[in-house]
């Protein structure tokens, strides 16, 4: 009944009352983490993960770049049309509003409801209560000496930036091993491995983009010209993604979990140096010196390897800055701290370290 008496009002307005259902749905779902947890995340998405990998994992290129590729089009081509054709637009108004309707129920059944869910601290049993910096300063040591150790060991000289000797394929290939150590402490299983290559490397790089994950598709990109040294990292990162573990912290540190507990030695080095990264802008915010301090104890080596990602940000700097974009997205999924949402993983690292 309800449903017949909206089709009877103008499209227009049947669009208003679906918005406002679709927005009025999803704030609800939002404030119910523990279903969202045992409904959708421990029970549902894990089968629609899979089977989208599954699919996905047939076809050597990213399909959800493809995918990607045409939405933008298709979304371009009617607002244009919009523009063009002002004296009838709702047509256009309608197919618009129905196109970003459904993407926006396709990306939360699909994936997006994992930023929902219960924060990854209590289903690891991390203390939550905010550091101190006495902690910050201890693991941030820790992390120097580790880094410093895998440096030298690799490359035999201090000085030297370490170059991992494999190709992107191989990163990729090698880089569920890593999960398979940490499986039994986070309780989740990495099944059916689908990680590629962007297809849009290139232009992700002028958004400064190092990997993303595909909600619609389930497949893991990893930018193809970003410092290889990094790629162990921003890969099992970008895994943690396709296991549900939607918030950006929870992703760091899990990327940072499995990339330390891998077989492989570059493995090890790159998740220390990624960590170490978000220790080192911590500790500035905290207190300057003692930042200047540390990183007087890094090895020249590891500070080269981080001149590579600058030296990579500085070639594509771009006039448009599309973090502030990426700030508003995570804002509107209830990470409150925005693109600064990264840097928590400090949090969940010194509590595993130091066993909080």
């Not at 009944?1 to 499209?11: A, D, F, G, N």
């Not at 894990?46 to 399909?63: L, Q, T």
């Amino acid at each position: 009944m309800q449903w017949s008496l909206i089709k009877k009002k103008p499209v227009l307005v049947q669009h208003l009352i679906y918005w406002l259902l679709t927005i009025l749905i999803i704030q609800m779902l939002s404030l119910w983490p523990q279903g969202i947890e045992t409904v959708y995340a421990r029970s549902i998405y894990p089968v629609i993960a899979v089977i989208n990998r599954w699919i996905a994992a047939w076809f050597p290129f990213s399909i959800g770049d493809l995918l990607y590729f045409w939405g933008f089009s298709y979304f371009i081509y009617h607002v244009l049309l919009l523009i063009i054709n002002i004296k009838h637009p709702q047509q256009h108004l309608q197919k618009l509003s129905m196109f970003l309707l459904k993407t926006i129920w396709i990306f939360y059944l699909s994936w997006g409801l994992n930023y929902f869910r219960e924060p990854l601290s209590r289903l690891l049993q991390l203390n939550e209560t905010k550091y101190t910096a006495t902690q910050l300063l201890q693991v941030t040591d820790s992390l120097i000496s580790r880094s410093n150790r895998l440096q030298l060991a690799i490359t035999g000289n201090d000085t030297l930036p370490v170059e991992v000797p494999y190709g992107i394929d191989r990163i990729i290939g090698k880089t569920p091993e890593g999960y398979k150590n940490i499986e039994d402490y986070i309780q989740t299983k990495y099944r059916v491995p689908c990680i590629k290559a962007s297809m849009f490397s290139r232009q992700i790089s002028y958004m400064s983009v190092s990997g993303y994950l595909n909600p619609f598709t389930g497949e893991a990109q990893i930018n193809k010209f970003y410092p290889k040294v990094f790629l162990p990292a921003i890969a099992s990162h970008e895994v943690a993604h396709q296991l549900g573990f939607a918030p950006e912290n929870e992703a760091n540190f899990l990327g940072y979990l499995a990339a330390v507990n891998h077989p492989d030695i570059y493995f090890n080095y790159a998740g220390n140096i990624d960590a170490l990264y978000y220790f080192l802008v911590e500790l500035k915010r905290y207190d300057i010196d003692v930042y200047k301090e540390s990183l007087k104890k890094i090895h020249k080596g590891v500070i080269k390897n981080y001149r590579e990602a600058r030296d990579f940000h500085q070639k594509y700097r771009f006039p448009i800055d599309f973090s502030k974009g990426y700030d508003a997205y995570l804002k509107l999924n209830k990470q409150k701290s925005g693109i600064r949402s990264y840097n928590e993983m400090v949090q969940l690292v010194i509590a595993y370290d130091l066993r909080l």
